[in-house]
């Protein structure tokens, strides 16, 4: 299958050719009164990237914590936590694969941010770019 060639130079210059008809003004075609923001919040990034770590390495849930103690106190913990194994288990089980998904999910959104960003600033920089030309 043929990929379509896209001239940019014939379609902008049908867009000059457009503008003169209508009879735009330079002043009619800035982008000065857009206010374009190049800051994408820092603060907010670090913050978003210290939990997206932390999500990575810590989306499993114990089923049970390690027994320290009174020798009593920890056989009786022990007691109840073989009474309660068949409970707990399924459970601990069932919230470890929702968040293993939502931590993937969020990996996957995470990546996508990052490619839009990255397609944001290339637009920032042609419109400097097309800005600057005339």
Known sequence: MAKDIIDVEEIMTQIREEIKEKGYQLSDLSFDDIELSKDFHNDFE???????????????????LPLVGNPLFVFVKKVI?????????PISEQQTNFNLRLTRVINEQHAMIEELKEELENQYKYIEKLENRE
Not at 46 to 64: D, H, M, P, T
């Open 81 to 89: 936590r073989k009474l309660t194994f068949f409970y707990v288990n």
């Open 46 to 64: 670090e913050s978003y990237e210290e939990n997206l770590k932390y999500l990575n390495s810590y989306f499993a849930v114990q089923s049970y």
